[in-house]
Nanobody, 122 residues
Framework: VQLQASGGGLVQPGGSLRLSCAASGSIFEINDMGWYRQAPGKQRELVAVVTSRGITDYTDSVKGRFTISRDNAKNTVYLQMISLKPEDTAVYYC?????????????????WGQGTQVTVSS
């Protein structure tokens, strides 16, 4: 299973970005899909998660500004970010929990994307 994240970049405070993360490979079923971020000198933190039923949850600092969504047909998760602040600057990682197939067997696992840099600065 591979994850390909995209959409990061440099944006001014108050601006917007949309991150995408597409999963590919021998996927049988995807459960939770989420976005994490890690700022310099800080631990990686959960930003937002969406379950297979579409239930979402956000860390407090992004509520009302970020929206997570998923397209199950494309095995893709999105993170729409508006009203960006300098403190949102970080490397953003996507993660999926899924059931994947190897040979005749199903396995459960979690997979991470490669990270995409988001910089909010004037």
């Amino acid at each position: 299973v591979q994850l390909q994240a995209s959409g990061g970049g440099l944006v001014q405070p108050g601006g917007s970005l949309r991150l995408s993360c597409a999963a590919s490979g021998s996927i049988f079923e995807i459960n939770d899909m989420g976005w994490y971020r890690q700022a310099p000198g800080k631990q990686r933190e959960l930003v937002a998660v969406v379950t297979s039923r579409g239930i979402t949850d956000y860390t407090d600092s992004v509520k009302g500004r970020f929206t997570i969504s998923r397209d199950n047909a494309k095995n893709t998760v999105y993170l729409q970010m508006i009203s960006l602040k300098p403190e949102d600057t970080a490397v953003y990682y996507c993660k999926v929990d899924c059931i994947y197939i190897v040979g005749a067997y199903h396995h459960a696992g979690e997979f991470w994307g490669q990270g995409t840099q988001v910089t909010v600065s004037s």
